[in-house]
């Protein structure tokens, strides 16, 4: 991303991210903040696991058995994942085509972006991030707890933490106006 930015000779950019994308916005932001004015993180989570003193949402289990599923039955862990994450409260349509866009993935390289999002642990770089930044959290994730948008807005320096009315991981795919009307209010 960073690469990109260097060769377009972005300035000012507003970067996007969506759950282990917004880490990934994060990183690209804090290592060439030059290039960026603002960020949006969405249903973004800097740590999965539960900790003594942090809540994540998954234990180490949940995750290990996650993995185990996807090396047993990659399209069945695909339509089942993508369904959990859009929510119950949308249409079942929504998560088959989710499902859809994890079945073109690679199932090996899926399954190190989903280790990689897991197991890894950004905490420690959140006060490196000196952008302003949205929050954006659905009022109830599968994926990510509504204490860990509020850990990103306790050590984000120029966060605002915006909880929409939208549920699931994927508001962007079952309430897209109530994303961009959010994103709108922020960017100005």
């Known amino acids: 991303m960073v690469a990109i930015c260097r060769a377009l000779d972005v300035r000012e950019a507003i970067i996007v991210g969506h759950s282990a994308g917004a880490m990934i916005a994060l990183l690209a932001a804090i290592r060439a903040p030059q290039y960026f004015a603002k960020a949006v993180l969405l249903a973004a989570s800097p740590y999965y696991l539960n900790e003594p003193g942090y809540y994540g949402g998954f234990e180490r289990k949940d995750v290990a058995d996650l993995l185990a599923t996807m090396d ?10 993508a369904i959990m994450l859009v929510g119950q409260d949308y249409p079942a349509t929504l998560g088959y085509e989710l499902a859809g866009y994890f079945c073109q993935s690679d199932p090996e390289i899926a399954k190190q972006i989903v280790q990689l999002s897991f197991w890894g642990d950004n905490r420690a770089l959140l006060p490196q991030l ?10 109830d994730d599968v994926a990510v707890p509504t ?3 509020q850990y ?7 966060a605002t933490l915006v909880t929409l009315q939208a549920t699931g991981h994927c508001p962007h795919l079952s309430a897209p106006r109530e994303v961009l009307a959010a994103m709108q209010d922020f960017i100005g």
Request: aromatic share 10%; net charge negative.
């Open 72 to 81: 047993a039955n990659y399209q069945q862990w695909a339509n089942a994942f």
């Open 130 to 139: 000196h952008l302003p930044t949205l929050l954006l959290q659905c009022a």
């Open 147 to 149: 204490e860990v948008g």
């Open 152 to 158: 990103l807005l306790e050590h984000l320096p120029q």
